[in-house]
């Protein structure tokens, strides 16, 4: 008796375990995860700006009051910056690698003084752009990427009609392009 307890709990929990690993990977074997759906947007280095309907990626903008952009961009060929200016309410800015863990955030109350100005980059790319740095980096935000390659979100407010155009122009003039010397 004791043994055919000890079967059908190991039983039931061996398929418990083997559903979680199911679920978990399922979008990485089906390209339904969110770092493919952002390559599928046209271009990289750039910001995009979702719509409230789902576009051909799946990706859409379902908070009434957030206007959203993502960019998906890579570090291997050098770093990365993102440059955003503008008076809106608030903003942030979420860093996900390629498995869509969050590498790194900030928002309007953590920057520069209110605008984004950071730069993503490896270590070795880090230790270079720290023994000489240039002078536009000086109010710039310096981070470490541990992946090769990763995808941004940029968060807007927009709690009123009125803030809806500074809001759609600071996501349009967003900049998520390779950095040059």
Not at 87 to 101: G, K, Q, R
Not at 169 to 180: H, I, V, Y
């Amino acid at each position: 008796m004791r043994s055919l307890l000890f079967a059908i709990i190991t039983g039931l929990v061996g398929a418990a375990l083997l559903h979680i690993v199911i679920i978990l990977t399922l979008p990485r074997f089906t390209g339904k995860d969110a770092y493919s759906r952002v390559l599928g947007l046209y271009e990289m280095d750039s910001f995009f700006s979702l719509t409230n309907e789902p576009g051909p990626t799946g990706l859409a903008n379902d908070d009434p009051f957030l206007r959203v952009a993502v960019c998906g961009f890579a570090v291997t060929g050098g770093p990365a910056r993102f440059i955003a200016k503008g008076s809106v309410p608030f903003w942030s800015l979420s860093i996900y690698d390629a498995d869509s863990n969050e590498v790194f955030s900030m928002n309007d109350k953590t920057s520069v003084n209110g605008n984004l100005d950071l730069v993503m980059a490896t270590p070795i790319q880090l230790v270079d752009i720290r023994k000489t740095p240039p002078e536009s980096l000086a109010q710039s935000i310096l981070v470490e990427m541990p992946e090769e390659e990763g995808y941004a979100v940029l968060r807007a407010l927009a709690p009123t009609d009125s803030f809806e155009e500074p809001v759609r122009n600071f996501l349009s003039e967003a900049s998520c392009e390779p950095f040059r010397r």
